[in-house]
């Protein structure tokens, strides 16, 4: 059984960063396509960023595109998420998606993944 545990999330002020990670375990979690969604209250669940294996750059969703930079230790299985600048409108739980069906395509289609963890709040007041 896959389990994701996120960590990293907490208050900052706008313009402030934040780094997130999601260690994966479990048989069958490594050399998976990943991602991270977020969900900010009353919203639907959003896709930020995903990273296929293999070799692959990352999609970033342009809503954060030139803020926020996904990657990958493959040797701690664990995805990363680094997030600069952030705005009150980041405000949301994040959280950490992989895919066991194979490639995730498109990456950034909540369906895509089958294994969630349980978020991490990330808060930016401004």
């Known amino acids: 059984q896959v389990q994701l545990v996120e960590s990293g999330g907490g208050s900052v002020q706008a313009g402030g960063s934040l780094n997130l990670a999601c260690a994966a375990s479990?048989?069958?979690?490594?050399?998976?396509?990943m991602a991270w969604f977020r969900q900010a209250p009353e919203k639907g669940r959003e896709g930020v960023a995903a990273l296929w294996t293999g070799g692959y750059s990352g999609l970033i969703a342009d809503s954060v595109k030139g803020r926020f930079t996904i990657s990958r230790d493959s040797a701690q299985n664990t995805l990363f998420l680094q997030m600069k600048n952030l705005k009150p409108e980041d405000t949301a739980l994040y959280y950490c998606?992989?895919?066991?069906?194979?490639?995730?395509?498109?990456?950034?289609?909540?369906?895509?993944?089958?294994?969630w963890g349980q978020g991490t709040q990330v808060t930016v007041s401004s």
């Open positions: 479990g048989s069958g979690s490594s050399s998976r396509d």
């Open positions: 998606a992989l895919s066991t069906f194979g490639r995730a395509s498109p990456p950034l289609r909540r369906d895509q993944y089958n294994y």
